[in-house]
């Protein structure tokens, strides 16, 4: 049996974090705030519109009614004619399932280009998260993207690195009013541009408890440089502050089948196996959660977080929300929520949990907080799916759903964005139901404009070429009423009763 | 002396078709000689202006994407980085990508990842040293060319307003600069001459000076492996980044392949000089002046021995 003392590190020996740059290196802002930023509500109760999952016809259809609610919240008014604008979404890790399928962001991107914006779909590297992370780099998270189907061809719009080849093309931008952070990085196609339209996946996440529109702003819209700020790295004393990774005694060393897993895990080479346990360097590490995570994955505990490091961070990443939203004008943002595949986990995780709930709806509105906290409330009151985590924790409807499945309520999060002026924790509801009438048929289908209907289109083609007609009669055996109503019977296992 | 492979484009047959001729090009000139399996290859190409239509076709990129692909096992990067001013006012990444893929140039076509080099922005790049004698100093190369472990310039021939020919020289220096770093090397120079005037001889002189510099930093950043191969297609009097061009100065030669920029260029230009029909649209570019000046410099040589395929 391994003997698992843990090595003392290095880090008494640390006179400071680090000797950074941070004097000669971009001393002011280069992106001063729009001066009319702010969140969109001023007064009185944001309103967020729904329209909930689940289609009978036509005009139900998810994506329909994803474009219902653009108009409906008015997200077409958050740019003008001839805007450039950011459609933010997350590319996915590879191999991961569970994540917002194409349609969804073709549906804007289509409504967007037909109000005249210029769309472009965006999306920021990350840090490496883990061992065999794709979306550090930014040449394998777009093979990701394409494989996840996000792809010009696709959307029928650029599909772009926010923050460069090599995630460094960001801008600073001060947040003064931050709870936490002061400061940020924001990729240069999301800051640069005149709006933007958050796309999001409403679903878990291990760090920040629950991911949606807001964790959009304050991680996904983020540089390599605004994540590291983000993470809280090098806040505090190294040996018992939350700013680093907590080395724990659970380490085996080289008796974990996992160790050599875990020492490429770090890209600056700030810990090393040894015989009954890790040795650190806390002079090379930045905290980009790749050791942590690769040890939490493996299912082990040689690595962890430090205490309480989560709700700070989940306050963290609400001022880094802020540092995004100040890049456009006030209203020039608008959100949707896609609250299906509520899987416990992020979308940067490399597999999919069961969803912890049936499907829920779409949530569209101006205001970022009204959105998440109705997407929130409407999550935790739906029922909960067999076989998923929520199941196995015994959950109920109306429990705050991923403060017991991962840990810290979300609202900690909305509640610190409402704070800083990131929106308001009340909202009205709108449910959008669509009505079935033949121009709402007709409104969202392929050729919405043409003046022929597909069968229309075809009748002119079948009254010149009539492809059925000419290799009829087609071979069958001869017709037997009582052969039809019977024989198929004895291939049925209910013998043909019929299902009430 | 350098080698300097040319391929013609005579007998084009089933089995000797421009794809043909191009692989076959890439293997007599050694393309893959400091290649291994892994490394991440950068194809440097010429993504042209709107307007401008001569670019060069999608497969004549894909085809050495695919050898490059080959010798390393691992899809390459293809990029070139933006425009050297706002000439549409659309000078954002976004717009860059869509111009590019209404010429048909994407990812899936060309073979590799398509990307901006210096990023959306097109100022994301590293400082690299231009030798200790330079003017510039150093200059930001783009992060798609720099960080990249091998690159392959694949230049469109054509005639150059400011540094007289766009070839292996021009597209593996200047134009593999961040923007931030092209606009300090242009420092103040219109690269644009619509009206036909053009910048004093002097002005000229220092920008092809600063524009070889910046070639020597390219050269640092990757090591020396870089390969060239130019496309002696479609040579238009306007470069690609021209918004238009009037029409081809002569028949199509085939392509070049070397990896000594300043033996391809020299064999280039006289290859150009040789078959051009009439020379009076060949007008003075002092062309042969910045060969001279680019082995000055130590980027190769200009006496070079020519292999002919056809």
Redesign the interface.
């Known amino acids: 049996m391994a003997d698992n003392n843990c090595e003392p590190t290095k880090w008494t020996e640390m006179k400071a974090p680090v000797d950074g740059g941070r004097d000669t290196y971009q001393t002011k802002s280069w992106n001063p705030p729009k001066e009319k930023w702010g969140p969109f509500t001023e007064k009185g109760t944001p309103e967020v519109w729904f329209s909930e999952a689940n289609a009978t016809n036509w005009t139900e259809s998810m994506i329909c009614k994803a474009k219902d609610l653009f108009y409906e919240a008015k997200l077409n008014q958050c740019f003008k004619k001839g805007d ?1 604008v950011a459609i933010k979404i997350h590319y996915g890790e590879y191999n991961r399932t569970a994540i917002l399928r194409p349609e969804y962001i073709a549906a804007i991107v289509e409504e967007v280009k037909a109000c005249g914006g ?1 769309p ?1 779909v965006v999306n920021d590297t990350t840090l490496s998260y883990h061992t065999h992370n794709s979306m550090a780099i ?2 394998y998270q ?2 990701g993207a ?1 494989r996840h189907g996000y ?3 696709t959307f029928g ?2 599909v ?7 995630g ?2 960001d801008y600073r931008v001060d947040i003064p009013e931050g709870l936490i952070i002061k400061e940020t990085y924001i ?3 999301i800051a ?1 541009a005149d709006a933007m339209i958050v796309l999001a996946h409403a679903r878990g996440h291990t760090i920040t408890m629950y991911g949606g529109v807001l964790k959009q702003l304050g991680i996904g819209c983020q540089s390599k440089r605004g994540k590291y700020i983000t993470h809280l790295a090098h806040w505090g004393d190294p040996h018992d502050a939350i700013g680093w990774p907590k080395f724990t005694d659970q380490c085996p060393g080289k008796a974990c089948d996992f160790h050599k897993l875990c020492d490429n895990s770090c890209p600056r080479s700030a810990h090393r196996v040894f015989e009954n346990g890790k040795r650190w360097y806390p002079e090379r590490c930045r905290l980009c959660y790749s050791c942590q995570v690769t040890c939490g994955f493996s299912g082990h505990a040689g690595i962890a977080f430090e205490e309480m490091y989560f709700p700070n961070a989940m306050i963290a990443h609400a001022d880094a929300a802020l540092g995004a939203l100040k890049c456009f004008e006030r209203g020039k943002v608008g959100y949707i929520n896609h609250a299906i595949d509520i899987v416990p986990e992020c979308d940067c995780f490399p597999w999919a949990g069961l969803a912890v709930c049936p499907d829920v709806g779409l949530f569209a509105g101006k205001d970022l907080i009204a959105v998440e906290m109705a997407t929130l409330d409407a999550i935790d009151a739906a029922p909960i799916s067999p076989g998923s985590v929520a199941d196995e924790k015994e959950l109920k409807p109306g429990d705050d759903k991923f403060r017991e499945i991962n840990g810290f309520s979300p609202r900690i999060t909305m509640a610190a964005g409402a704070k800083i002026g990131l929106g308001t924790m009340k909202y009205k509801l709108n449910n959008y139901e669509p009505i079935l009438n033949q121009e709402n048929a007709a409104k969202w289908q392929v050729r919405p404009n043409a003046k022929k209907p597909t069968t229309v289109r075809l009748r002119d083609t079948f009254y010149r070429h009539d492809l059925a007609t000419e290799v009829m009669p087609f071979k069958r055996i001869e017709y037997d009423k009582d052969w039809v109503w019977n024989e198929w019977k004895k291939y049925d296992p209910f013998k043909g009763e019929t299902a009430d | 002396m350098s080698e300097v492979v040319w391929i013609d484009n005579q007998r084009m047959t089933f089995d000797n078709s421009v794809a043909h001729k191009l692989r076959r090009l890439a293997d007599t000139a050694e393309a893959t000689r400091t290649l291994s399996e892994g490394m991440r290859v950068t194809l440097k190409v010429n993504v042209p202006e709107e307007g401008y239509d001569y670019s060069l076709r999608p497969n004549f990129i894909r085809t050495l994407a695919d050898v490059a692909w080959k010798a390393t096992q691992a899809r390459p990067n293809i990029c070139d980085g933006q425009r050297l001013v706002d000439y549409w006012k659309r000078s954002l990444g976004n717009a860059f990508m869509e111009v590019a893929s209404r010429i048909g140039y994407s990812s899936e076509t060309l073979g590799g990842h398509f990307v901006i080099n210096g990023g959306f922005s097109g100022d994301e790049g590293d400082l690299f040293s231009c030798g200790d004698d330079s003017e510039l100093g150093g200059v930001e190369v783009g992060t798609a060319v720099c960080r990249s472990d091998a690159l392959w310039v694949l230049s469109q021939v054509t005639l150059n307003p400011l540094f007289g020919l766009s070839g292996a020289l021009y597209n593996g220096g200047f134009d593999c600069l961040s923007g931030r770093a092209r606009t300090r090397v242009l420092d103040g120079l219109n690269p644009y001459m619509f009206n036909g005037e053009r910048p004093s001889l002097e002005a000229q002189a220092i920008f092809r000076r600063r524009a070889l510099e910046s070639h020597l930093a390219v050269r640092t950043a990757l090591e020396g492996r870089i390969f060239y191969v130019n496309y002696i297609w479609d040579v238009t009097p306007q470069p690609a980044y021209y918004p238009y061009s009037e029409t081809p100065l002569l028949d199509n030669l085939g392509f070049m392949a070397s990896h000594d920029p300043v033996a391809l260029d020299a064999a280039t230009l006289a290859l150009i000089r040789e078959k051009l029909p009439d020379r009076s649209r060949l007008p003075e570019t002092g062309f042969k002046a910045v060969i001279a000046e680019a082995e000055q410099l130590g980027l190769g040589r200009p006496d070079t021995e020519r292999v002919h395929l056809s």
């Open positions: 450039e210029h472009y930014s040449q777009l093979e394409i792809t010009d061809a719009c650029p772009l690195i926010a923050d460069g080849y090599a460094e093309d990729g240069r196609a640069e």
